[in-house]
């Protein structure tokens, strides 16, 4: 027997992956599998002396990897494996410059997050956040049922002549699928603003003109973000992080928006300017605000502006969480390290 043959590939996984996925990794004689042993966010330190000789690194969006992290890993590392379609948390030019393979996790949470978005959309507009605060409070015997309290916008369509527009910022996967739920609440016509990242060019094409039609609305428009901000009944952030996309969502954007309408973000907190968007929102310049993701997260406290803000409702990166999707994610992680350490293609790895 050679002696590659016997040599161990080292996988090491900054979170356990529970029981209907480890086993994908565990008792395999090729793999020296080394776990993160804490039911928290793994230590960086942790990382840093584990990931030595590593050939795959098992990663959360939690974990940071850069340059330190590679360097720690050695020459051996064939690819970082995130359980998460995003990768902000990942230096990818550091990667393609060592040739280190990046796999992701895209389509399996497609369903599930834009489950949240219509879940943010309706919560943001109709003041769950104020109306569930004063129940869990013990307050609802002084708010007696009254013809105008707590109204907010309706997401759903009123009546025929009075039709909703979506707007997005990034017209991807999760975009799609969020707009197709919003077609049974009366949304006829869909409006997108170039994701900085797209390589695609010009306005509306084809595939636009199909998906109206597939999707039975009026129309389906490729348009510059002004329009977007000024035309939207909800404007729904699904564009990835990336420097491009910073602070695509600024205080002129938020100023553009109708004092009716509704932001979503699922994406990445650093698309939303919080501070503009904490401002704009106490002046009343949008009706609401529902955030799954906060620029700075997890680190948001309580006196936060935007968590003081009643008509924003902030869900701590739920998006992902269904046990279906996260088990999908965990599988397509575990299985992306192992044909890396393997050194077979993974099922699913990023273009760098
Ligand atoms: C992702 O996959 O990037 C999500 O944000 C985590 O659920």
Not at 109 to 133: F, H, P, S, W, Y
Not at 238 to 253: D, I, K, Q, R, W
Not at 277 to 285: I, P, Q
Request: glycine share 8%; with cysteine.
């Amino acid at each position: 027997m050679s002696q590659s043959s016997t040599l161990k590939h080292k996988i090491v996984v900054t979170r356990n992956l529970g029981p209907d996925v480890m086993p994908i990794l565990e008792g395999r004689t090729e793999i020296d599998l080394v776990v993160w042993p804490e039911d928290r966010a793994c230590d960086r330190e942790w990382l840093l002396r584990n990931a030595t000789g590593a050939a795959a690194l098992v990663i959360m969006v939690s974990d940071k990897i850069d340059a330190e992290v590679l360097d720690a890993a050695g020459p051996g590392l064939r690819a970082v494996s995130t359980m998460s379609v995003g990768y902000e948390h990942v230096d990818v030019k550091e990667l393609a410059k060592r040739s280190i393979a990046l796999g992701y996790t895209p389509d399996v949470l497609t369903e599930a997050v834009a489950d949240v978005c219509i879940m943010l959309a309706l919560m943001a507009g109709r003041n769950a956040k104020q109306t569930a605060a004063l129940v869990n409070e013990g307050n609802w015997p002084q708010f007696s049922w009254a013809p105008f309290l707590f109204c907010g916008p309706q997401l759903s369509a009123p009546s025929p002549s009075r039709q909703r527009t979506a707007g997005f910022i990034g017209f991807g996967r999760i975009a799609k699928a969020t707009l197709a739920r919003l077609v049974p609440f009366g949304f006829t016509r869909c409006i997108y603003g170039a994701n900085p990242n797209s390589t695609r060019q010009g306005s509306s094409d084809d595939s636009d003109k199909e998906l109206a039609d597939r999707l039975g609305l009026a129309s389906v428009r490729r348009v510059d973000l002004d329009t977007v901000a000024s035309e939207s009944d909800v404007v729904f952030v699904l564009a990835p992080g990336s420097p491009s996309t910073y602070h695509v969502v600024n205080e002129e954007f938020l100023r553009r928006m109708k004092k009716t309408s509704v932001l979503v973000n699922a994406s990445r907190g650093t698309l939303v300017d919080s501070d503009a968007l904490a401002r704009v929102l106490k002046e009343g310049g949008i009706w609401a605000a529902g955030l799954d993701v906060v620029e700075g997260e997890p680190n948001i406290p309580a006196d936060h502006p935007l968590v003081r803000e009643p008509r924003c409702v902030i869900l701590p990166h739920i998006g992902s969480a269904t046990n279906e999707t996260r088990v999908d994610m965990a599988s397509l992680a575990a299985n992306n390290a192992l044909a890396a350490a393997l050194g077979e293609p993974m099922p699913c790895a990023l273009n760098l």
